[in-house]
């Protein structure tokens, strides 16, 4: 059975600095293109940034509003996948979720809420 | 940025009943490999979103065959051919052809009539 299930959420004030993490099974991990996803409450799906497989370079790309305050990076030994974020805006409040090769496999979510 | 939109928002459908939700983006979905990476999604209240449909048409494990996928290009439906009451939620288009970003629709929100 496939499980993403992401862990690290919780209240953080502005300016503040958390790790979320992702735990992989149930698939081949290595081969996959790992993405965070986050929904503000009561909104929409907003793409968050990616990380390539080993193989495929392992690069990352980020989305406009978290680049330079987000780095996402992964531990292929421990089916790991984190993003560190930094430098937290009231508008990063959110459920992030992980995803798996464009959004095949999705976690449950964890809660981040940006609030002094 | 490929901006993909939605419509129409908010759908309103009789058990048993078909429907319809377009996705246009701003730009050609056509990759340079020849694949058009054009998924959907459905996110049912309080749940994950779960992939349907990847690359256009083609159906993920699992999703029922009333689910289907079509377009080409710039223009893409979600259809679904008889909607039952588990299909209430809201549904998302989102490519990755050009990417950074991953761009979503802004979704629709089904619910019955």
């Known amino acids: 059975e496939v499980q993403l299930v992401e862990s690290g959420g919780g209240l953080v004030k502005p300016g503040g600095s958390l790790r979320l993490s992702c735990v992989a099974s149930?698939?081949?991990?290595?081969?996959?293109?790992m993405t965070w996803v986050r929904q503000a409450p009561g909104e929409g799906l907003e793409w968050v940034g990616r990380i390539k497989s080993k193989t495929d370079g392992g690069t990352t790309d980020y989305a406009a509003p978290v680049k330079g305050r987000f780095s996402i990076s992964r531990d292929d030994s421990k089916n790991l996948f984190y993003v560190d974020m930094n430098s937290l805006k009231t508008e990063d409040t959110a459920i992030y979720y992980c995803?798996?090769?464009?959004?095949?496999?999705w976690g449950q979510g964890t809660l981040v809420t940006v609030s002094s | 940025d490929a901006v993909v939109t939605q419509s129409p928002l908010s759908l309103s459908v009789t058990l048993g009943q078909p429907a319809s939700i377009s996705c246009r983006s701003s730009?050609?979905?056509?990759?340079?490999?020849?694949?058009?990476?054009l998924n959907w999604f459905q996110q049912r209240p309080g749940q994950s979103p779960r992939r349907l449909i990847y690359r256009v048409s083609n159906r993920d494990s699992g999703v029922p065959d009333r689910f289907s996928g079509s377009g080409s290009g710039t223009d893409f439906t979600l259809k679904i051919s008889r909607v039952e009451a588990e299909d209430v939620g809201v549904y998302y288009c989102m490519q990755h052809t050009h990417w950074p970003p991953y761009t979503f629709g802004q979704g629709t929100k089904l619910e019955i009539k």
């Open positions: 730009q050609s979905l056509v990759h340079s490999d020849g694949n058009t990476y």
């Open positions: 149930g698939f081949t991990f290595t081969n996959a293109w």
């Open positions: 995803a798996a090769d464009s959004g095949r496999y």
